[in-house]
């Protein structure tokens, strides 16, 4: 079946420092990845739509200069959290759409754990 | 966007017990996936519904879409400890993108 890796799947950094996160598709090309956050108890919210080759797409909230993304390759998508504060503390989470079917299955990474401190 | 409201947040069985959570909208769907995310894990896909009055099953899960295509339920039949965590409901775009349901976090006593 397809798999998302995420590195790394915890990280803890200092208040104001950037942290990068990255998503790959192991065994398929993705033309579409996804950024979720979700906070403990909650639902997962939609960062952003990131494409491969073109800017991301941010919904409504989220600050694009904050959180890059860059979809350099069929495989590979990356979040950058600049210059983070804790309440940026959060599980953030990837998926990929397999770009080669039709079916609107997303596949999960196993998330990356990120403690602002 | 299309909107999913899914009930109840929490439910509490006993080892045997069967489990039902719905999921609502206000406005027709035009599919409906689900999936389990575990304590501590990530979400993993269990099934994509998309035609009305559609069921599936997968062992001792049931899936239904409404006729009306503004409701889905994932049925639990015989609850095990192993099926503890949460289950979501979401709605995915032509753009791909999915919404996701508050989720109900199940918990099994043994």
């Known amino acids: 079946g397809a798999v998302v890796s995420q590195h790394p799947s915890w990280v803890i950094c200092k208040s104001g420092t950037s942290v990068k996160i990255e998503c790959r598709s192991l065994d398929f090309q993705a033309t579409t990845m996804f950024w979720y956050r979700q906070f403990p108890k909650q639902s997962l919210m939609l960062m952003a739509t990131s494409n491969e080759g073109s800017k991301a797409t941010y919904e409504q909230g989220v600050e694009k200069d904050k959180f890059l993304i860059n979809h350099a390759s069929l495989t590979l998508s990356t979040l950058t959290v600049t210059s983070a504060h804790p309440e940026d503390s959060s599980f953030y989470i990837c998926?990929?759409?397999?770009?080669?079917?039709?079916?609107?299955?997303?596949?999960f990474g196993p998330g990356t754990r990120l403690t602002v401190l | 966007g299309q909107q999913v409201m899914q009930i109840p947040q929490y439910q509490h069985v006993q080892e045997g017990e069967d489990f039902t959570t719905y999921c609502n909208s206000s406005?027709?769907?035009?599919?409906i996936q689900w999936y389990k995310q575990r304590p501590g894990g990530h979400p993993v896909f269990l099934i994509q519904l998309v035609k009305s009055g559609e069921v599936k099953k997968q062992k001792r899960l049931t899936f239904q879409f409404g006729e009306a295509k503004k409701n889905s339920s994932l049925h639990i039949t015989a609850t095990q400890t192993t099926d503890v965590g949460t289950y979501f409901c979401a709605v995915s775009t032509n753009a791909g993108k999915s919404t996701f349901g508050d989720g109900t976090t199940l918990t099994v006593k043994p």
């Open positions: 998926s990929a759409r397999d770009g080669t079917t039709s079916t609107d299955t997303q596949y």
């Open positions: 406005t027709t769907l035009s599919n």
